[in-house]
T-cell receptor, first 115, second 112 residues
Framework: NAGVTQTPKFRVLKTGQSMTLLCAQD?????MYWYRQDPGMGLRLIHY???????AKGEVPDGYNVSRLKKQNFLLGLESAAPSQTSVYFC??????????????FGPGTRLTVL | GENVEQHPSTLSVQEGDSAVIKCTYS??????FPWYKQELGKGPQLIID???NVGEKKDQRIAVTLNKTAKHFSLHITETQPEDSAVYFC???????????WGAGTKLIIKP
């Protein structure tokens, strides 16, 4: 099992360009998440999905869009990149169980720089 | 909503000594508290977790304690080793089971 994979690993964009980050998981998880990680700020949730065809906003959704057309894939789009979106982006998946148990499995991350 | 604070932001300990990282949370309805370890260049990985009906949980050299009254929980690592060097995150799960609210992270440095 590959677990959670992310493409690309690195990307440099110019302000105003667009791009899509791809996340794929082979664990048949229902839930998927996109986070951004900035120094000193931990992990902040951008968008999440509780199933195929459904998405919802997280803590910092502005400037991003997502789609979950297939259960195993979760795409994160930046329509018009801004320097403030320079960050490391992590995708995660999980299968929450009763009692709040929710182990999230993370991909290796995508380092994005916006010039 | 839930808010999680984590301290310290950096912790440097001598190899073989113990390390303690502390977190506080604000929502008394939170019932699940995991700890993740993030090694350089990798995504976070769950190392231990605790539910609100348990006060302490151990797994070899790591342990987690929970004080529901004070709304704080701690990670304890004993006999630290070089491979313990990493960033550690605490998190709390509110009543909805699809989100984790994360602390800001602690960079643990093990000095040889």
């Amino acid at each position: 099992n590959a677990g959670v994979t992310q493409t690309p690993k690195f990307r440099v964009l110019k302000t105003g360009q667009s791009m899509t980050l791809l996340c794929a998981q082979d664990m048949n998880h229902e839930y998927m998440y996109w986070y951004r990680q900035d120094p000193g700020m931990g992990l902040r949730l951008i968008h999440y999905s509780v199933g195929e065809g459904t998405t919802a906003k997280g803590e910092v959704p502005d400037g991003y869009n997502v789609s979950r057309l297939k259960k195993q894939n979760f795409l994160l789009g930046l329509e018009s990149a801004a320097p403030s979106q320079t960050s490391v982006y992590f995708c995660a998946s999980s299968r929450p169980l009763a009692g709040g148990y929710n182990e999230q499995f993370f991909g290796p991350g995508t380092r994005l720089t916006v010039l | 909503g839930e808010n999680v604070e984590q301290h310290p932001s950096t912790l440097s300990v001598q190899e073989g000594d113990s390390a303690v990282i502390k977190c506080t949370y604000s929502d008394s309805a939170s019932n699940y508290f995991p700890w993740y370890k993030q090694e350089l260049g990798k995504g976070p990985q769950l190392i231990i977790d605790i539910r609100s009906n348990v006060g302490e949980k151990k797994d070899q050299r790591i342990a987690v304690t929970l004080n529901k009254t004070a709304k704080h929980f701690s990670l304890h690592i004993t006999e630290t080793q070089p491979e313990d060097s990493a960033v550690y995150f605490c998190a709390a799960s509110p009543d909805s089971n699809y989100q984790l609210i994360w602390g800001a992270g602690t960079k643990l440095i093990i000095k040889p």
